[in-house]
């Protein structure tokens, strides 16, 4: 398309590089890793992506924050890590196979994880420690809590207290060292797909390895409704209490523990915990595999699910404009712009957020870098295998 004499399209790439972070790697046995990640409103991206090698495997994963980036930087700095010191434990003890011990500690390990948040961080600061009694008249006083946490957020108590009540979807993959197994956990509504070529070679077999915790999400809302029978609506306006969008996450103790804190305002709700696994036995060379945050989604919300997964997997794998399925023409209509092609050198998983959001069409682009109306973080995880 031609461009517009208003719109200087070097400014504009110039003004998108700016808010989009991203980075490339090769790891694991010449495995490629992109990260990507854009923020148009928010002074930081709340989204964080992470890889991390261990003796075993490969762990790639993606946390969403809400209310900030503090819980979603420090998980993803602290908890790959974990997790998968956490697997080769449970393998050297249990003498079990890897499978089991990749789900075992992929759920109870989150648990633990999300569990030493509130405890570690909180309750045993206090003298008493669980055995606190928190209907104490002395913990009514907002300075005796200040007094024991901390008062500002550049004290380390008053910061790790800050992680138990901010929050963080987790979005967490793990891939043998053969590279033929793929466990995901996921808590929240971030999306984790696999793309397998066709046998024809001409487009891609998409399976979607990730569940959505959401008030939008029917189940979630039978379930939530099941553990709190005869009690007010735990989800309302789609939210958990009307305020969080997600029904599963890290963090979000305030909606979660049994604990009645006054001041810090921590009572019992209706968050769950538990994560999902799902076990993908089929791995292939050439196989892909992205994780990407609901900003994405938001994004492709016009999609149907089979042309959302196809379209995410093709736009991130295409090597040229011809390589994209017939039915990029549907999704161009759909979101209104066409596509770019791959460039030596480029990024993936940018040229993907960039052909969800705005294409070829640079008044697209435009919005995208100085948006008149809020936008979610977006950010994507691509690896080849």
Same mark, same amino acid.
């Given at each position: 398309?031609?461009?517009?004499?208003?719109?200087?399209?070097?400014?504009?790439?110039?003004?998108?590089?700016?808010?989009?972070?991203?980075?490339?790697?090769?790891?694991?046995?010449?495995?490629?890793?992109?990260?990507?990640?854009?923020?148009?409103?928010?002074?930081?991206?709340?989204?964080?992506?992470? +890889?991390?090698?261990?003796?075993?495997?490969?762990?790639?994963?993606?946390?969403?924050?809400?209310?900030?980036?503090?819980?979603?930087?420090?998980?993803?700095?602290?908890?790959?890590?974990?997790?998968?010191?956490?697997?080769?434990?449970?393998?050297?003890?249990?003498?079990?196979? *890897?499978?089991?011990?990749?789900?075992?500690?992929?759920?109870?390990?989150?648990?633990?994880?999300?569990?030493?948040?509130?405890?570690?961080?909180?309750?045993?600061?206090?003298?008493?420690?669980?055995?606190?009694?928190?209907?104490?008249?002395?913990?009514?006083?907002?300075?005796?809590?200040?007094?024991?946490?901390?008062?500002?957020?550049?004290?380390?108590?008053?910061?790790?207290?800050?992680?138990?009540?901010?929050?963080?979807?987790?979005?967490?993959? +793990?891939?043998?060292?053969?590279?033929?197994?793929?466990?995901?956990?996921?808590?929240?509504?971030?999306?984790?797909?696999?793309?397998?070529?066709?046998?024809?070679?001409? @487009?891609?077999?998409?399976?979607?390895?990730?569940?959505?915790?959401?008030?939008?999400?029917?189940?979630?809302?039978?379930?939530?409704?099941?553990?709190?029978?005869?009690?007010?609506?735990?989800?309302?306006?789609?939210?958990?209490?009307?305020?969080?969008?997600?029904?599963?996450?890290?963090?979000?103790?305030?909606?979660?523990?049994?604990?009645?804190?006054?001041?810090?305002?921590?009572?019992?709700?209706?968050?769950?915990?538990?994560?999902?696994?799902?076990?993908?036995?089929?791995?292939?060379?050439?196989?892909?595999?992205?994780? @990407?945050?609901?900003?994405?989604?938001?994004?492709?919300?016009?999609?149907?699910?089979?042309?959302?997964?196809?379209?995410?997997?093709?736009?991130?794998?295409?090597?040229?404009?011809?390589?994209?399925?017939?039915?990029?023409?549907?999704?161009?209509?759909?979101?209104?712009?066409?596509?770019?092609?791959?460039?030596?050198?480029?990024?993936?998983?940018?040229?993907?957020?960039?052909?969800?959001?705005?294409?070829?069409?640079?008044?697209?682009?435009?919005?995208?870098?100085?948006? @008149?109306?809020?936008?979610?973080?977006?950010?994507?995880?691509? *690896?080849?295998?």
């Amino acid at each position: 398309m031609s461009t517009p004499p208003t719109v200087d399209l070097e400014a504009l790439k110039a003004a998108f590089s700016e808010k989009c972070t991203k980075s490339s790697n090769v790891c694991f046995d010449n495995s490629r890793i992109y990260e990507a990640g854009f923020q148009a409103t928010k002074p930081k991206n709340e989204d964080k992506t992470v +890889f991390f090698e261990s003796r075993l495997g490969l762990m790639v994963a993606l946390f969403d924050g809400h209310f900030s980036d503090e819980l979603s930087e420090y998980a993803s700095q602290t908890l790959p890590a974990l997790l998968c010191a956490r697997i080769e434990q449970t393998l050297a003890e249990k003498g079990c196979s *890897l499978g089991d011990a990749v789900t075992e500690s992929l759920i109870k390990g989150i648990e633990d994880y999300d569990r030493s948040l509130l405890y570690d961080g909180v309750i045993n600061e206090f003298p008493q420690k669980d055995q606190t009694d928190w209907s104490d008249p002395v913990w009514h006083d907002q300075d005796e809590i200040w007094l024991v946490l901390g008062w500002l957020r550049e004290h380390p108590k008053f910061q790790r207290a800050r992680y138990a009540v901010v929050g963080t979807t987790a979005l967490v993959a +793990f891939i043998d060292k053969a590279k033929e197994n793929v466990w995901v956990a996921s808590l929240g509504d971030s999306d984790a797909f696999l793309g397998e070529r066709s046998l024809d070679g001409s @487009s891609w077999d998409v399976t979607r390895l990730s569940d959505f915790h959401n008030g939008r999400n029917p189940e979630e809302v039978k379930r939530l409704e099941k553990e709190h029978p005869g009690e007010p609506p735990v989800i309302r306006y789609e939210r958990v209490l009307g305020n969080l969008a997600v029904t599963r996450a890290l963090g979000d103790h305030q909606l979660k523990t049994p604990y009645l804190l006054h001041n810090t305002s921590l009572e019992l709700s209706g968050l769950c915990l538990t994560s999902l696994i799902c076990h993908y036995p089929l791995l292939k060379p050439g196989d892909i595999l992205i994780l @990407s945050s609901d900003g994405l989604a938001f994004e492709l919300r016009d999609f149907s699910e089979e042309d959302k997964l196809l379209a995410v997997v093709s736009l991130a794998a295409a090597t040229s404009l011809n390589s994209l399925p017939t039915r990029n023409a549907l999704w161009s209509e759909k979101l209104g712009h066409g596509f770019i092609g791959s460039a030596e050198g480029d990024n993936p998983a940018e040229r993907l957020i960039k052909n969800v959001c705005f294409g070829t069409n640079l008044e697209q682009m435009a919005e995208a870098v100085k948006p @008149s109306q809020q936008w979610d973080d977006i950010s994507a995880l691509v *690896l080849f295998l």
